[in-house]
T-cell receptor
Framework: DGGITQSPKYLFRKEGQNVTLSCEQN?????MYWYRQDPGQGLRLIYY???????QKGDIAEGYSVSREKKESFPLTVTSAQKNPTAFYLC???????????????????FGDGTRLSIL | DAKTTQPPSMDCAEGRAANLPCNHS???????VYWYRQIHSQGPQYIIH???NNETNEMASLIITEDRKSSTLILPHATLRDTAVYYC??????????????FGTGTSLTVIP
């Protein structure tokens, strides 16, 4: 089945540690996104990538880093600089331009089932 | 800036239609409206989207006002499994950096037996 896989489902971090959250998709989507969700709140955009080897900061990028070396993978690193990392992290992907260059930007995002990060 | 406004919570009787409103008064001409729902501790599930025409699929109908400043998601026959938080989202296209989707705090819909 095609979809988006986030791992692990639960993750614990010690103070001062970096941790990396995995996001893999086999939908052949060009665009990928990382969001953070805090209790009772909506999603806030951390980083997004429209194409391999390119990514952009979202609204709350400080304390996070990403890479996009492969089309199907968009890992998020929560660094020790992120002082309040406890949250639910969601990865999404969306189809980008098709081979003929037609813009598919009205197509929706599809989400993984999230990783819940907690501080020990 | 979430760009959308939704009531924080709503109830609906099982089997009746659930009508979820959304205001997006600052929407511009090329911005689409999307609806997602989220069940606790899961990722958001896509429901439907539209630009200016009303849309219908197997899950729901989307009614967009003529001035596009508001929309309504309709679940025609609500079931207990429709209990979730429903998000109305506007997609914004930025010239150099592509598309961003703005999520607000959503409407918590409770379907009552």
């Amino acid at each position: 089945d095609g979809g988006i896989t986030q791992s692990p489902k639960y993750l614990f971090r010690k103070e001062g540690q970096n941790v990396t959250l995995s996001c893999e998709q086999n939908l052949n989507h060009d665009a990928m996104y990382w969001y953070r969700q805090d209790p009772g709140q909506g999603l806030r955009l951390i980083y997004y990538s429209q194409i391999v080897n390119d990514f952009q900061k979202g609204d709350i990028a400080e304390g996070y880093s990403v890479s996009r070396e492969k089309k199907e993978s968009f890992p998020l690193t929560v660094t020790s600089a992120q002082k309040n990392p406890t949250a639910f992290y969601l990865c999404a992907s969306r189809v980008g331009k098709n081979p003929l260059g037609t813009d598919n930007s009205n197509q929706p995002q599809h989400f993984g089932d999230g990783t819940r990060l907690s501080i020990l | 800036d979430a760009k959308t406004t939704q009531p924080p919570s709503m109830d609906c009787a099982e089997g009746r239609a659930a009508n979820l409103p959304c205001n997006h008064s600052t929407i511009s001409g090329n911005e689409y409206v999307y609806w997602y729902r989220q069940i606790h501790s899961q990722g958001p599930q896509y429901i439907i989207h539209g630009l200016k025409n009303n849309e219908t699929n197997e899950m729901a109908s989307l009614i967009i006002t003529e001035d596009r400043k508001s929309s309504t998601l309709i679940l025609p026959h609500a079931t207990l499994r429709d209990t979730a938080v429903y998000y109305c989202i506007v997609r914004v296209t930025l010239l150099n950096t592509g598309n961003q989707f703005y999520f607000g705090t959503g409407t918590s819909l409770t379907v009552i037996p």
